[in-house]
């Protein structure tokens, strides 16, 4: 079992659908949680990030952690065909002085106008 | 723009040789990382330099080795290439790395293909 599980996709949707992206994972040091967007043929970037458990809102996107189910999720309200990306999960913990993020394998979304 | 860069964008080799990828950090930046992206494992994060000294090592073959420059440039260092070693080479900056909320910036990939 890898450690940060998430479905691959690809999710389609049409524009102005509420999109859930979720991952789950197994090892309960993970304090910071984030969310990446990758465009084809592009490096990732940071959507948002929350410590511990809890919600947090940017425009558009809320980033919700449970820490005690192990469960993470990104909501995009009134999605876009420029939300069309593979969306990575990643969460890390202090090891040796550095925070260094697992990722998940990403999720591909589709958004259709 | 994330102002990370990387070079080259793409790269064409045979098994068994041996290259150089380059990364140069955002300004002011002094953590560098690699990762090796590939359609069945993810992201994977290879190894990690701060101003110039290793300091974190993951799941890092040992043909392949890197290194920080005292100008904070990186460069990783793939020997005896395999076939599985196709993959999409990213390099990640961000200004230190002791803390979790310190942002990494990837650059745009280095595209390697070994036939």
């Known amino acids: 079992q890898k450690e940060v599980e998430q479905d691959p996709g690809p999710l389609s949707v049409p524009e102005g659908a509420i999109v859930s992206l979720n991952c789950t994972y197994s090892n309960s040091a993970f304090q910071y949680f984030m969310w990446y967007r990758q465009y084809s043929r592009k490096g990732p970037e940071l959507l948002m990030y929350?410590?511990?458990?809890g919600n947090k809102e940017d425009g558009r996107f809320t980033a919700q952690v449970d820490k005690s189910s192990k469960y993470i999720s990104l909501f995009i309200r009134d999605s876009q065909p420029s939300d069309s990306a593979t969306y990575l999960c990643a969460m890390s913990s202090a090891s040796g002085g550095s925070y260094i993020p697992t990722f998940g394998r990403g999720t591909s979304l589709i958004v259709h106008p | 723009d994330s102002g990370v860069t990387q070079t080259p964008k793409h790269l064409i080799t045979a098994t068994g040789q041996r290259v150089t990828l380059r990364c140069s950090p955002r300004?002011?930046?002094?953590?560098v990382y690699w990762y090796q992206q590939s359609l069945d494992q993810g992201l994977q994060f290879l190894i990690q330099y701060y101003n110039g000294e290793e300091r974190a090592k993951g799941n890092i073959l040992e043909r392949f080795s890197a290194q920080q420059f005292p100008d904070l440039h990186s460069e990783l260092n793939l020997s005896s290439l395999e076939l599985g070693d196709s993959a999409l080479y990213f390099c990640?900056?961000?200004?230190?790395?002791?803390?979790?909320?310190?942002?990494?910036?990837f650059g745009p990939g280095t595209r390697l293909t070994v036939l």
């Open positions: 929350t410590y511990s458990s």
């Open positions: 300004s002011g930046d002094l953590s």
């Open positions: 990640a900056s961000s200004v230190a790395s002791t803390s979790g909320s310190d942002t990494q910036y």
